[in-house]
């Protein structure tokens, strides 16, 4: 089965496969028509927006099951194994970019974990974020259909907007965020400057007395500020790196499921294979299953929009 924005669906024994994207602009896929009514639990490294232009259209991610209607957004964050469950024909509109645009941007990659958890805009709830993410989900399948010159940074410009409106909306839905903007600002800087220490240094045994040292915050207050910033614990943070570096292990090193474990920061395999079904909702071999593929051939998306 081809995907609909000229990605290559690996299959394996698992159903549950890798998809390679081929992108149209270097990181960058969108596409509108011939979306498929059914797909199959996958996954891919990079993120994907829907735009559903119809109603009635139902998606997955893990075990949890998302019905759309026409106007609302669906956001699947790199690596979450999803699928679509059911949808009328050309009923989306597919926005798919290189998870490389957030986590080779510092603001975003630390801002990320706000996001993992947000998967529906509502039309009908959310209606000013709703409205900001599909005017520029348009405008970039626009672009792309036209063409020109600097296409591929005018659509990356658009990708930005859209990610800061969604860090914004999380930011400000969050009552603990302070009104006074300066020491706002000061605060959040230090929490960034947590994050990036704790993304940097989570393959080896990491405290959080050390990394609110580090920041500049005494224990007990960096273990409410943090949360309160970044949504998650410090533990549940760190975790969450050291799943990101094992996942990138599992796709491209040959060392044995124990050795990823302790190189990605973990202290015992029983603990791994724990904390890699929590958030991925498979276990680590299932996960490397999936990375061993059958290429089926592509084909050119379809770039009629109306």
Not at 3 to 17: E, H, P, T, V, Y
Not at 42 to 58: G, R, V
Not at 161 to 170: G, P, S
Request: aromatic share 12%.
């Amino acid at each position: 089965m081809t995907d609909i924005c000229g990605a290559n669906l690996m299959k394996n024994k698992n159903l549950r496969s890798k998809e390679e994207i081929v992108y149209m602009y270097n990181t960058v896929s969108v596409s509108y028509q011939n979306s498929p009514t059914r797909f199959p639990e996958h996954w891919h490294l990079s993120a994907e927006f829907i735009l559903a232009m119809k109603d009635h259209c139902q998606y997955s991610i893990g075990k949890d099951t998302y019905l759309l209607d026409e106007g609302d957004i669906f956001l699947i964050w790199p690596s979450q194994i999803h699928s679509v469950v059911s949808t009328p024909e050309n009923a989306s509109l597919l926005l798919q970019f290189d998870d490389s645009l957030i986590t080779d941007n510092n603001d975003l990659n630390v801002s990320l974990p706000l996001l993992h958890s947000l998967h529906v805009i509502s039309v009908r709830e959310m209606q000013d974020l709703n409205q900001t993410v599909s005017d520029k989900m348009k405008e970039i399948f626009a672009l792309c259909s036209e063409g020109g010159l600097f296409v591929e940074t005018k659509v990356k410009i658009g990708i930005y907007q859209i990610l800061i409106a969604l860090c914004n909306y999380e930011m400000e839905k969050s009552s603990s965020i302070r009104t006074d903007q300066t020491v706002a600002g000061s605060t959040l800087h230090k929490i960034r400057n947590a994050c990036a220490y704790i993304t940097r240094n989570c393959d080896r045994e990491i405290t959080q007395q050390e990394v609110a040292d580090y920041a500049g915050f005494s224990h007990y207050y960096f273990s409410r500020i943090f949360k309160e910033y970044t949504g998650e614990s410090f533990s549940e943070y760190l975790a969450k790196q050291r799943i990101n570096r094992a996942i990138q292990m599992l796709c491209s090193n040959p060392d044995s499921i124990t050795e990823i474990a302790y190189k990605a920061g973990f202290q015992s395999i029983s603990s791994f294979n724990r904390v890699f079904r929590l958030y991925m909702h498979c276990s680590p071999r299932e996960y490397r299953e999936m990375y061993q593929w059958d290429e089926v051939p592509a084909t050119e998306a379809s770039r009629n929009f109306s």
